[in-house]
DNA sequence: GCATAAAGTTAAGCCCGCTTAACTAAAAAG
DNA sequence: CTTTTTAGTTAAGCGGGCTTAACTTTATGC
């Protein structure tokens, strides 16, 4: 019996408690919104990925370029996402979120923040610095590995 | 300036990583089963929570009882969750997974964890070591706001 | 230049999730 | 014991996502 647990147990018991919570947050968040879950995942694609195109949203959730183009179309009607015209290949668009799509993404994220906050909020001092080291830690051994994938 | 990031900055950067990567893999598994996302939803819930009733289903995702007793006739029919009769109250029904549900959610979490264990593979002992215990301070604060909340 | 491939759109049709409404059956309240 | 509330099911109907198929427009390969 080792006296702290072994890292997998850790990031195990994480994460079943840390995926149950965002998930349904941010399913009840994209509800809430009034966008159904394909959609609002789109704005999450433009919001981490930046702009692309078409097809690269339809790759990405590996459904149709006729699904891809119909779900977008509806997210530019609703001005969440602008949709131009690629100066470097003129059948192609460039897909960006309109702000009225960023500040949409970002209250999404500001109210999982509050929960991490206040997460971080029960713990001491100590303790939150151990946790801010370990998670620059995992961001930096995730980003690393994205990259290489 | 400081010298380590704010703890907010780390969980939000963390947070914006591992989301988006562990979205995307859950909704892919969910679709690679041929289960729909509500439907898989029901399954992740009754893995986390345990056996529950019908109505306990549609008031956590925010649905009509209605659209819970069908879902849950689904996931029925495909023998993913079995219905039987509370002995207690014989009105209600107990939700429970079956082996073949349970074993479903338990492939999910191991690619899940597959990914982690990748992720770990990648930093030193001394990462390692810092990681587990700062996890292990997450989820203790995590399950303790869970519950007083 | 001409054929082929690629990016995107549109329309028809299917399945699914969800709601409301009407219903059964059992528990709780009075 | 009767009334009301609660748990769940069933059916009709709407809207949304997705696919295939047909099409337009632009880029690429030979």
Redesign the pocket.
Same mark, same amino acid.
């Given at each position: 019996m080792t006296k702290s647990p072994p890292i997998s147990q850790s990031l195990r018991e994480w994460m079943d408690v840390f995926m149950h919570r965002s998930m349904h947050g941010w399913t009840h968040f994209a509800k809430s919104t009034g966008l !159904?879950m394909?959609?609002f995942s789109i704005l999450m694609q433009l919001h981490h990925k930046g702009a692309c195109? =078409?097809?690269d949203v339809s790759e990405r959730?590996?459904?149709?370029? $006729? $699904?891809a !183009?119909?779900? =977008?179309?509806?997210l530019v009607q609703g001005d969440y996402v602008e949709?131009a015209e690629?100066p470097n290949?003129?059948?192609?668009?460039v897909l960006q979120l309109t702000p009225k799509g960023k500040s949409l993404i970002e209250a999404g994220f500001n109210e999982r923040y509050r929960w991490m906050d206040e997460l971080t909020s029960r713990m001491n001092s100590e303790e939150n610095k151990k946790v801010a080291e370990a998670l620059a830690i995992l961001t930096k051994a995730a980003q690393a590995m994205e990259e290489t994938k």
């Open positions: !159904s394909p959609q195109g =078409v097809s959730f590996d459904i149709s370029n $006729a $699904a !183009s119909q779900l =977008v179309d509806k949709r690629d290949d003129r059948r192609a668009k």
